[in-house]
């Protein structure tokens, strides 16, 4: 097996046949009870998609929902999907979300591509599929639902207007379809070639070709343009379609147009172009349509269904699918805890191996031959908790992603901020690649490009961008002030205008490309960075106690409410909120403060009043700030708070926007008692939300977290040992974490001296 391509793992004999019994799950039910011990096989290989063991590990797919999150402001989709795969085949319903869904509104079709708990605008949506009945039509396709089920890897409903039972299964390019229709009287499968999905009306397709081909397929390709981002790209998909029995009848259409004559078709900006394929039921109401997409070619998309597919039925493919669930869900496994608990991590575990999605051998942009991964749909987001987890659990998967990213800047010249279909695309706060890149070097993750990701970050530290709002930074004030002044910029520019949380997220990244240096042996290049990462204290404002924009004569901004999240000055969070966001120098914002009593009297009103923004990712670190202060109490305090405000088992169970699994991970961390902090080699600890859980790492190692007794009374840590050794502080480095063992907490009803006298380590 060719382990640097992950897809899908040879499937256990018993799933050769048929897919498993189909397990049904009720949101709030929690799944299956949790496991009552949890370990690994001798010998498995967690590096290897089955390991090496005749006995799969234990793992967590019996627990995950996909319906969690679906409704807003989760905005996470259902459908079926392979770990970082690219096809997502999943319903698409009137006043979609970004990902295509809504809850309550009326199915239109299933489409082949989606991106996961986005906000604003969306991408993708194509090739849309729809069942009807009765007359062919084109409008009015929304129905109803009933019984609908989302597990790994698949997808059912009941269409109840059309009385057609939908199922969808997926490998990495390729989506399988089958429909059940209600009688022998037959159906039509409609295909819009031209559908994407409709938020905001941004995106829209600009050109349209389908064709019939043969008795039984179909194919064609879409030029699409805008949605969220850049709104010049554009990106060009192409699709095979195949169905498992001859055309009863066959037409196409131009919008309203509807003709039984031709068998090509295009159509221009905003046309809908697609086929009406006409089945028979008489002999077998059960009918399969095969999908791949490329964005290479019609002909690779043909080659594709061959070579992902080939003769295997839904059934084996939708066991194929379990099965890369059943390893990806093994990595992190947990016991203890409520029913709901464990089912709220299982499918945060799943969210967050969702995106960015693996194009290997769909690299038209330059046509590279490595794994290629597209869809980082903002570093903003992930690099704070995904990227991490993904380092410690999918330690391959992670270097071919710092790889791709890396491999983009040689290609065009930037390291992406955030990256859709080919198009670099819109920076929200700074350079947040360099977070990414800088993670990697100090974990040591084997297989990166050190010396091409070193030249990629000293650019964005020493080069003005020409389109900083796509990619790179704005340098001349931020070099010369040590900020980004305010009357720098146009009031009207929403990139310019986030001077204050751009100076901070400049500064932070300062500090990782110094640590990249150090790590290169660039001491003077190192020292350099170090001290521009004390930038952030340029807007450090003592009258006020927090972050405060300030005009290139050094003035402060007047008025100023440091409570406002909707000032332009920061992105998407008020001054007070982003006060925290310093997590190279707590010590050094510790200082300014005055001492940890008042720090710590700060969180405690960031926490309160409804300051702290939970949905939203610049103050995710902050609960863990308490322990740079001595108080190890507050952060078990406000994170068993926040696990069980923000979280829970039905589809409004996320805070906010899962942003490709943000959120999510910010939960796996903090139920397993750890935290990051992107661009240090070191974790913080804190109360474990569940008494047990084992990760696998790489080389066959596992860390087991024990925590006895723990619930929301005994939440205060006593003591913790690593392999039995007392760890007197709340942080641990990653190289510790990585020899495996066994973590234990040992956990109390009331604050103890643990982790006060021994705090995070200085940057």
Request: aromatic content about 10%; overall charge neutral.
């Amino acid at each position: 097996m060719d382990t640097t391509n992950p897809d899908t793992p040879p499937r256990p004999a018993a799933d050769t046949r048929t897919a498993a019994p189909l397990r049904r799950r009720t949101l709030l039910a929690g799944g299956a009870a949790g496991l009552a011990s949890v370990g690994l096989a001798a010998g498995c290989d967690s590096d290897h998609p089955t390991g090496r063991s005749s006995d799969p590990p234990p793992s967590m797919i019996d627990d995950v929902d996909p319906l969690i999150g679906t409704a807003t402001p989760g905005n996470t989709y259902p459908g079926a999907h392979l770990p970082f795969g690219f096809v997502a085949a999943s319903p698409d319903t009137d006043n979609p979300s970004s990902a295509g869904y809504t809850t309550t509104d009326p199915i239109v079709g299933f489409s082949q591509t989606h991106v996961s708990g986005t906000g604003g605008d969306s991408r993708y949506g194509n090739f849309r599929v729809t069942p009807i009945t009765g007359r062919v039509r084109l409008d009015g396709l929304g129905s109803g639902r009933s019984g609908e089920h989302a597990e790994p890897g698949y997808y059912k409903v009941l269409l109840t207007y059309p009385k057609v039972l939908a199922e969808l299964t997926a490998t990495r390019r390729c989506a399988v379809h089958r429909y059940t229709f209600p009688d022998d009287k037959g159906g039509h499968l409609i295909i819009d070639a031209s559908s994407v999905i409709m938020t905001g009306g941004a995106q829209q397709p600009k050109h349209t070709r389908l064709a019939v081909v043969g008795n039984n397929s179909v194919e064609g390709s879409v030029t699409v343009t805008g949605g969220w981002g850049d709104r010049g790209g554009q990106y060009t998909l192409h699709f095979a379609a195949r169905l498992d029995q001859h055309f009863a009848d066959v037409a196409t259409f131009v919008d309203g147009a509807v003709d039984h004559g031709f068998r090509e078709v295009t159509g221009g900006v905003k046309q809908r172009v697609g086929a009406i394929l006409s089945v028979r039921t008489s002999l077998r109401r059960s009918v399969q349509l095969r999908i791949a997409v490329s964005f290479v070619s019609v002909a690779q998309a043909r080659s594709t269904l061959d070579k992902e597919l080939g003769l295997r039925s839904f059934d084996a493919v939708r066991a194929d699918a379990k099965a890369a669930w059943r390893d990806a869900l093994s990595r992190a496994v947990v016991s203890g805890g409520t029913a709901e608990q464990r089912t709220v991590f299982a499918t945060a575990l799943y969210h967050c191996q969702l995106m960015p999605h693996d194009v290997t051998g769909e690299n038209v942009w330059w046509q590279g031959k490595t794994p290629h991964y597209e869809d980082f749909y903002t570093l903003w987001d992930t690099h704070r908790t995904v990227h991490p987890l993904l380092t410690l659990i999918q330690p391959k998967r992670q270097a071919q992603m710092v790889n791709s990213l890396i491999e983009t800047y040689r290609y065009t010249g930037w390291l992406p901020d955030a990256r859709i279909a080919g198009v670099n695309s819109y920076v929200q706060g700074g350079t947040s690649g360099d977070v990414v890149i800088a993670d990697a070097v100090v974990k040591k993750l084997p297989g990166i490009d050190v010396k091409t990701g070193y030249r990629a970050i000293r650019k964005d530290g020493e080069q003005n961008s020409p389109k900083p709002q796509i990619e790179g930074r704005e340098l001349d004030d931020y070099l010369r002030l040590g900020y980004l002044a305010i009357d720098r910029h146009r009031p009207d520019d929403p990139h310019g205008s986030r001077v204050g949380s751009r100076t901070l997220e400049y500064a932070y990244e300062d500090f990782c490309i110094g640590r990249v240096a150090e790590h290169v042996g660039d001491d003077a290049v190192a020292a350099k960075y170090h001290q521009r990462a004390k930038n952030w204290a340029e807007l450090w404002d003592s009258t006020t106690g927090v972050i405060r924009p300030r005009y290139s004569d050094g003035r402060f901004l007047s008025p100023f409410d440091p409570n406002d999240a909707g000032t332009p000055y920061f992105y998407e969070g008020s001054a007070f909120q982003y006060t925290t966001m310093v997590p190279h120098d707590v010590p050094g914002l510790i200082d300014r403060f005055g001492g940890d009593k008042k720090f710590v009297a700060f969180l405690d009103r960031l926490f309160s009043r409804d300051r702290y923004d939970a949905s939203n990712e610049p103050d995710l670190l902050a609960p863990f700030l308490y322990l740079h202060a001595g108080r190890p109490d507050r952060t078990a305090d406000m994170t068993r708070k926040l696990l069980a405000s923000g979280y829970h088992a039905a589809p409004d169970g996320l805070p906010g926007n899962d942003d490709a699994g943000a959120m999510s991970a910010w939960y796996v961390w903090t139920a397993l008692g750890l935290y990051p902090n992107p661009g240090q080699d070191w974790y913080y600890l804190t109360s474990p939300l569940f008494e047990r859980a084992v990760l696998r790492l790489a080389g066959d190692r596992t860390l087991t977290i024990t925590a006895p007794g723990a619930s929301d009374t005994n939440r205060y840590v006593q003591s913790v040992q690593l392999g039995g050794r007392p760890v007197p502080g709340p942080w641990l480095r990653h190289r510790d974490l990585l020899r495996g063992g066994e973590l234990t907490f040992r956990l109390g009803p009331k604050p103890s001296g643990w982790g006060v006298g021994n705090r995070p380590p200085k940057s």
